[in-house]
């Protein structure tokens, strides 16, 4: 028995189709249009946004690490104003001198500087330290007395005034229904109509 080749097998079924009045054009391919995606990349930067923010949030519980928004420029130039740095809490017992560290101050805003001098508290997780601006002549008036710092582990420099700005009531609303808008759009049902042989929409019939 003769082995047919595929070429001819390929044929005889298109011919098939033929003598049976069916389409017998391959299926158009479909092209992706500029909007689907645009839109496309939009839902995946929203969803990496979202990862991101559930990683943010999961190491602030389990590894004390946050975020700490540069104002002032008294780290200049190592961390310019308008910086965003990560910072860990760490006991005062790992501080060492020239660390860059938090402290929280009661009833005034926490202040980051550079570690000049450390010495041992009254408890054994206590300690006195005295820290300096780079950007400074001299340390800072009074020395710090802690048994806890948040160290600062790195610094993204500019992105302060974004993360600000995204605080904004007016920006938040807007993305907002931005979001909803687009993940509206992404899940709404489409219909998908096939071209015939003719160039005519609808299903392809059988001839007669």
């Known amino acids: 028995m003769t082995q047919l080749t595929r070429r001819s097998a390929r044929a005889q079924a298109e011919g098939i189709r033929a003598d049976d009045g069916a389409d017998v054009r391959p299926p158009a391919r479909v092209r992706a249009r500029p909007g689907r995606m645009i839109g496309d990349a939009l839902l995946w930067l929203a969803?990496?946004?979202?990862?991101?923010?559930?990683?943010?949030?999961?190491?602030?519980?389990?590894?004390q690490i946050t975020l700490i928004m540069f104002r002032t420029g008294s780290m200049s130039p190592t961390i310019p104003a308008g910086s965003v740095a990560?910072?860990?809490?760490?006991?005062?017992?790992?501080?060492?001198?020239?660390?860059?560290?938090?402290?929280?101050?009661?009833?005034?805003?926490?202040?980051?500087?550079?570690?000049?001098?450390?010495?041992?508290g009254v408890g054994p997780e206590e300690r006195i330290i005295t820290?300096?601006?780079?950007?400074?002549?001299?340390?800072?008036?009074?020395?710090?007395?802690?048994?806890?710092?948040?160290?600062?582990?790195?610094?993204?420099?500019?992105?302060?005034t974004?993360?600000?700005?995204?605080?904004?009531?007016?920006?938040?609303?807007?993305?907002?229904?931005?979001a909803t808008t687009l993940v509206?759009?992404?899940?709404?049902?489409?219909?998908?109509?096939?071209?015939?042989?003719?160039?005519?929409?609808?299903?392809?019939?059988r001839g007669g």
């Open 47 to 63: 969803a990496l946004a979202g990862v991101i923010c559930i990683v943010l949030v999961v190491l602030a519980f389990t590894a």
């Open 86 to 120: 990560v910072v860990q809490r760490i006991p005062a017992s790992g501080i060492e001198v020239g660390d860059v560290v938090t402290v929280d101050r009661v009833g005034e805003l926490p202040v980051t500087h550079r570690v000049t001098t450390i010495a041992p």
């Open 131 to 160: 820290m300096r601006g780079d950007a400074n002549a001299s340390e800072d008036p009074f020395p710090y007395t802690v048994s806890s710092v948040r160290i600062v582990l790195f610094s993204v420099p500019g992105v302060a």
């Open 162 to 178: 974004l993360i600000v700005g995204m605080g904004n009531p007016v920006v938040l609303g807007t993305l907002t229904l931005a």
């Open 184 to 205: 509206v759009w992404a899940f709404w049902p489409r219909t998908h109509r096939r071209a015939d042989p003719g160039g005519r929409s609808g299903a392809g019939g």
